[in-house]
Structures are given as structure tokens and as C-alpha cells.
């Protein structure tokens, strides 16, 4: 079955060692998106690309960066952890201009920071 | 600044019961679609309505767009344990989603 799959599930850093966490999609679609998901919030949209075009949102930590190498992978690298960094990493994959159909997401990835 | 209110955040009801959880907005979007994140995975999408004053079913499940298209609805119909999880509103805009903080709903047998 078509996908977005992210890896690790879970990950533990320790405060201020960078991590990079990772996402691979089957679907082919041009736009891929990762959120940050606090507990008992809503996602926060960090950043997309819309095919090799990156898009980041105003109030986005420097910390936090990304890389779009081809079509199917999107990495997130958090260069200094720290321990308000903690939360669920979702990402996200649609067609653009199709938005209304919606977007699949992968598991997520759960940070820890220790 | 959360752009899409959801009401309640949490509601906890006995299996066979009926429930509606609200996402309320000042600004008008394009589409509004409903998640179910089920605790430790991405959210899953149930529907997407663009039409104002659409009605969607989906089998036990029943959306609602209001006519502005600033509000939404899910009415949950003799609800089971399985429907147990977190359900999130999104509305499009500007080619983006964004997400209301979700309603927690606990079905117990």
C-alpha cells in the first residue's frame, strides 16, 4: 500500500545533540509538511516543500531545519534539542492544489529530550 | 492564536450513545476536513467538506460545513468503543492546513 512512513517511532537525544528524524512517501506527491504536536495540542505546521521549494513558517525556530533530497524523502534536523523540544513529529503528504482531499500522515515520530 | 476552536476538549460517554463535537472559526476556509489520531499515530482522514451547508455521512458518522463556512460539526451515532480517539478539525487555507486543538472522546463499553 501507497505510504508515508517515518523512522524512528521513537527517538531519545540528549538536550543539545542534534537529530535528524526521517520521512519516506510511495504516494509521489509534490508537497510534504512536518508538524509538531505537543500534548493535548493542536499540530503546529513547522515547514513544507512543494517539490524542491521550501517553505518555512514565521515562527519556526532556527533550531529547527529540513532537506527534501528527492520526491519520496524529507528529513528534519533539530540541531540543539532542548527539553521544550519534546513532542510528537508528524508528517504530512499531499498534492498540491488537491489540498481539499486531504493529507496522509505518517505514525510520527516521538521525541524524547533527556 | 488558535484559529479553529474545537468544543468540548474532552467527552467521555457509554458505548450506544449519541455525541457531536463542534470546530468553531472567525475566518472562512475553503475546505474543513475531520481527523481520528488514534494515541501514538498520525491522524487518519475521515472527510473533507467544501460546500457550505454540506452534510456528509459516513456510515454512523454525520458532518456537517455551516453555510459560512467558519464552522463544522461531527455528530457520532450510537457511538462504539472503537470510535475512541482524538478528533481533529483542519481548515484549508491558502493551500495549508490548519488544525484546532481536537476533542478527546472515550467510548467505554
Known amino acids: 500500500d501507497a505510504m508515508v512512513i517515518q523512522n524512528p517511532r521513537y527517538q531519545v ?27 493535548s495540542q493542536a499540530p503546529k505546521l513547522l515547514f513544507h516543500y ?7 513558517e514565521a515562527d519556526t525556530p532556527d533550531n529547527f531545519q529540513s532537506r527534501r533530497p528527492n520526491t519520496s524523502f524529507c528529513f528534519l534536523d533539530i ?7 519534546a513532542a510528537m513529529y508528524l508528517c504530512a503528504t499531499s498534492v ?3 489540498e481539499s482531499v486531504g493529507y496522509t500522515f505518517g505514525s510520527g515520530t516521538r521525541l524524547t529530550v533527556v | 492564536t488558535q484559529l479553529l476552536e474545537q ?29 481520528r489520531q488514534e494515541p501514538g499515530e498520525g491522524p487518519v482522514l475521515l472527510v473533507t467538506v467544501v460546500t457550505g451547508g454540506e452534510v456528509k455521512k ?6 456537517q460545513f455551516g453555510d459560512a463556512r ?11 468503543p472503537g470510535d475512541t480517539g ?13 488544525f484546532g486543538a481536537g476533542t478527546q472522546v472515550v467510548v467505554t463499553p
Open chain 2, 7 to 35: 468544543s468540548p476538549q474532552f467527552l467521555s460517554i457509554q458505548e450506544g450513545e449519541n455525541l457531536t463535537v463542534y470546530c468553531n472559526s472567525s475566518s472562512v476556509f475553503s475546505s474543513l476536513q475531520w481527523y
Open chain 1, 13 to 39: 537525544t540528549q538536550f543539545g545533540k542534534p537529530v535528524t528524524l526521517s520521512c519516506s512517501q510511495t504516494l509521489n506527491h509534490n508537497v510534504m509538511y512536518w508538524y509538531q504536536q505537543k500534548s
Open chain 2, 70 to 80: 467558519k464552522d463544522s460539526s461531527l455528530h457520532i451515532t450510537a457511538a462504539q
Open chain 2, 86 to 98: 482524538l478528533y481533529l478539525c483542519a481548515g484549508g487555507r491558502w493551500g495549508k492546513l490548519q
Open chain 1, 79 to 85: 540541531r540543539s534539542p532542548g527539553l521544550g523540544d
Open chain 1, 96 to 98: 498540491r492544489g488537491s
Open chain 2, 58 to 63: 459516513l456510515k454512523r458518522l454525520t458532518f
Open chain 1, 50 to 56: 512543494y517539490d524542491k521549494d521550501f517553505n518555512n
